[in-house]
């Protein structure tokens, strides 16, 4: 399990979280749930 929750935190970083600007948390918390929403669909396919 600890495995999947690595890749997943890598990919967030890597594909999110280093590229954008933040200003405020519902700015993060938007993005956050948007990439999770797209993470899974890319991945279930």
Known sequence: ???YLE???RS???ECL???I???QRSLE???KEYVVRY???RNQ
């Open 7 to 9: 890749r997943f935190m």
């Open 30 to 32: 938007r993005s956050l």
């Open 40 to 42: 899974h669909a890319e």
């Open 18 to 20: 280093n590229k954008m």
């Open 22 to 24: 933040f200003f405020g």
């Open 1 to 3: 399990m600890n495995a």
């Open 12 to 14: 967030l970083k890597s």
